[in-house]
C-alpha cells in the first residue's frame, strides 16, 4: 500500500473559521502516525507501507478534465495572489502547488496500481488538499479546485488502457463535478450516497447518465437522519447493483469522512468502523472480479478528531487488503 501525501496540502490556507482548513490535513496525517500507519504499517499483521510525496499533476493530465482555460486561470488567480473564487472556495499562492499535488497525488496512486504488470501495490490512499469532488469542467466549487479523483480515472483510462473504471463517492455531499464530467461516458461508472436534498442540489435518484453513458451514474440519495444500520443495507446493495453489470478494472474512492456522526455538516451517523467494513465490502467484491486495486483520495470530513479516526480505519482496510491473497 502506498500512502501518499504532500506537504503542500498544509500551506493551502483558508480564511479563519473556514471548515476546510489546514488543520484537517495535519490531524489525518497524525492519527496515522498515531495508529503506526506511517512507520511501515507494523501496527496491522502483514502491513506493507511506503509513504511517499505526491508529484505536481501535469497540465495535461489537468486538461483530461478541465478546460485548459481555466487551468490557466486558477494559476493566475493564485499566482496574484489568492482571495475567493466563490463564496465558498478560496485560494492562496501556495494554493497552486497543493491543488497539483492533491490531483498529482491520485495519478501517482493510479501508477502504482495499474503501472507495471507486477505490481504488488493494489492500494494506495492520498491524503491530500484541496479536496476534489465538486470541481467542474470549467469551475471551482465546494472547497474544490480540481477535481482529483477525475484526473486519475482519465489517466487510468488513456495511459493505462483501463476500459472500466468505478468510483465511489461517500463524501456526505453529492459530486457533482464528478457527475458532470463522466456523465455521458460509459467507461466510468459513478456511483454517489450522500445526504439528499443538500448542498450542492445534485444527485436525485433520477440522475442516471446521459447518452453513451445512461445507466453508468448510480446515485442512492439519503435523507437526514436515516439510520446506520439502513446506510449500510442501501450501500450494499447499491454494490451489488453495480456488480451485476460492470466489472471495474480499477475503483476510485472519493473519501470523505462527513457522513460521521460528529461531523458538523453531517446529519448522518457513520462511525469509524463503517469507513472500515465499507472499504472492505466494496473492494472484496470487485477484486474477486478482476479489479486490480483501489485509489482512495480525501474529500470532506469537518470534525477533527472522527476525520482522523475514519481515515484509520479506512487506511488499515486498504492496508490488509493490499496483502497478496492465498
Ligand atoms: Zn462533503
Redo the contacts with the bound molecule.
Keep these: 500500500m502506498r500512502i501518499v501525501c504532500s506537504e503542500s496540502s498544509r500551506l493551502h490556507r483558508t480564511p479563519q473559521g473556514h471548515p476546510e482548513s489546514i488543520a484537517r490535513y495535519a490531524s489525518v496525517m497524525d492519527a496515522l502516525a498515531n495508529a503506526g500507519l506511517l512507520a511501515g504499517g507494523s501496527a496491522v499483521p502483514g502491513g506493507d507501507i511506503e509513504v511517499v510525496q505526491a508529484r505536481a499533476a501535469t497540465k495535461e493530465e489537468l486538461a483530461s478534465v478541465h478546460k485548459p482555460e481555466y487551468v490557466g486561470r486558477i494559476e493566475r488567480f493564485c499566482v496574484a495572489g489568492g482571495g475567493a473564487l466563490d463564496p465558498d472556495t478560496h485560494a492562496v499562492p501556495e494554493s497552486w502547488e497543493a491543488a497539483l499535488k492533491a490531483a498529482g497525488a491520485c495519478v501517482q496512486g493510479v501508477e502504482y496500481v495499474l503501472g507495471q504488470a507486477d505490481s504488488k501495490v493494489r492500494t494506495a490512499f492520498c491524503v491530500v488538499r484541496p479536496p476534489g469532488h465538486h470541481a467542474r469542467p470549467a469551475a471551482p466549487k465546494g472547497f474544490c479546485l480540481f477535481n482529483n479523483v477525475a484526473v486519475g480515472a482519465a489517466v487510468a483510462i488513456q495511459r493505462f488502457g483501463a476500459e472500466r473504471v468505478l468510483i465511489v463517492d461517500w463524501?456526505?455531499?453529492h459530486g457533482n463535478g464528478t457527475q458532470e464530467i463522466f456523465y455521458e461516458d460509459p467507461r466510468v461508472f459513478y456511483f454517489s450516497m450522500h445526504r439528499w436534498p443538500f448542498w450542492p442540489g445534485t444527485g436525485s435518484a433520477a440522475e442516471t447518465g446521459r447518452g453513451a453513458g445512461k445507466g453508468f451514474t448510480l446515485n442512492l440519495p439519503l435523507a437526514a437522519g436515516t439510520t446506520r444500520g439502513e446506510i449500510r443495507r442501501r450501500f450494499r446493495e447499491a454494490l451489488e447493483e453495480i456488480a451485476a453489470r460492470f466489472a471495474p478494472r480499477l475503483i476510485l474512492i472519493s473519501a470523505?469522512f462527513?457522513m460521521h456522526r460528529a461531523d458538523p455538516?453531517g446529519g448522518l451517523s457513520l462511525e469509524a468502523e463503517d469507513y472500515s467494513e465499507m472499504t472492505y465490502e466494496l473492494a472484496e467484491l470487485f477484486l474477486k472480479m478482476g479489479c486490480a486495486g483501489v485509489v482512495s483520495s480525501l474529500?470532506?470530513g469537518y470534525d477533527l478528531a472522527a476525520l482522523g479516526s475514519s481515515a484509520v480505519a479506512h487506511a488499515k482496510a486498504l492496508l490488509s487488503l493490499n496483502a497478496p491473497r492465498a
Design positions: 463524501d456526505l455531499h470523505g462527513d455538516l474529500e470532506g
